[in-house]
């Protein structure tokens, strides 16, 4: 019996608009159900009634070309792309969140990065780079000996988000470590 460690693409994973989110998402798009909410009204009027003064408030973009993709920074590509929405956090909402009463440079800059990461973290997920992994155990066949003749899941564990070595730490913390080998192996050769 041997023992093999697999890293695949998450095909069902949990949208991170579901988690407890800093930024709320508006977007106005008339294919795609994007974001948190899809006000009805214009994008002046719902920031007007939904970002208060002293909000931060990022434009968020669409790169629409054989998938989709999103970000707080403009793409390239004048055709495929173009804003469609906003991510904003509230004065009430940074202050909860950072423990403060008053906020300060150093925190709007700290709250700023906090949005663009669940921006990226929401862009991940709608591209596709959300992994998981399965330990599987391998029985040979007892008449030829040599050759797989069936495969049971041991353990799998799936939603870990992006591609970064963190994504792979992060795998690392749920699985054995007499199999981080095989786990690095499986997350190099991913596909």
């Known amino acids: 019996m041997s023992v093999i ?27 795609y159900n994007l974001g948190h909410v899809q006000p009805k009204e214009s ?3 719902w920031l007007k009634e939904n970002a208060p003064e002293g909000s931060i408030v990022l ?3 669409l790169y629409d070309h054989s998938g989709i993709s999103i970000s707080t920074g403009a793409f390239s590509c004048p055709w495929d792309s173009g804003q469609v929405g906003y991510i904003v956090a509230t004065p009430a909402k940074i202050r909860e969140a950072f423990m403060v009463k008053r906020i300060s440079k150093k925190t709007r800059e700290k709250a ?13 997920y709608l591209t596709g780079n959300v992994w998981g992994y399965t330990i599987e155990k391998t029985h040979a066949c007892g008449e030829c ?18 591609s970064d070595k963190s994504t792979l730490e992060a795998m690392k913390g749920h699985v054995p470590e007499h199999l ?5 192996e499986a997350w190099h050769n991913r596909g």
């Open 5 to 31: 460690v697999k890293v695949v693409q998450d095909m069902d994973p949990m949208s991170p608009l579901e988690w407890d989110n800093f930024g709320v998402m508006a977007c106005w798009h008339r294919r």
């Open 112 to 124: 700023e990065a906090l949005l663009k990461a669940e921006v990226s973290t929401y862009d991940d």
């Open 180 to 184: 981080h080998a095989q786990l690095e």
């Open 145 to 162: 000996g040599s050759k797989v003749h069936e495969e049971e899941e041991e353990d799998s564990c799936w939603g870990f988000v992006g």
């Open 59 to 61: 434009p968020l973009y």
């Open 43 to 45: 994008p002046e009027e």
